[in-house]
């Protein structure tokens, strides 16, 4: 499974943007896709995940302003009234049965 992330960049708090992943490879395998960032000086944290199924997962911090949706093999995260703290870079994540796949990451900065 290879991970194709675009999106983030810079923005001031209170706006938004818009991260999009795109898996190609052995898509069929994949159970969960979703988003994680990383801070300076902190550990990997999940952002957002949803399952072939359809249920979604949100970190208790980006609950009500993060939305999380899925197209086949692409996944989209809409980032809603960021907050500084949200700076990070932000990973793709893929999960099947037997790996765990993760796409280059993007930096979403927010300041202003």
């Known amino acids: 499974v290879q991970l194709q992330a675009s999106g983030g960049g810079l923005v001031q708090p209170g706006g938004s943007l818009r991260l999009s992943c795109a898996a190609s490879g052995s898509i069929f395998s994949i159970n969960d896709m979703g988003w994680y960032r990383q801070a300076p000086g902190k550990q990997r944290e999940l952002v957002a995940s949803i399952t072939s199924g359809g249920r979604t997962n949100y970190a208790d911090s980006v609950k009500g302003r993060f939305t999380i949706s899925r197209d086949g093999a692409t996944i989209t995260v809409y980032m809603n009234s960021l907050k500084p703290e949200d700076t990070a870079v932000y990973y793709c994540?893929?999960?099947?049965?037997?790996?765990?796949?993760w796409g280059q990451g993007t930096l979403v900065t927010v300041s202003s």
């Open positions: 994540h893929a999960g099947t049965v037997v790996a765990t796949y």
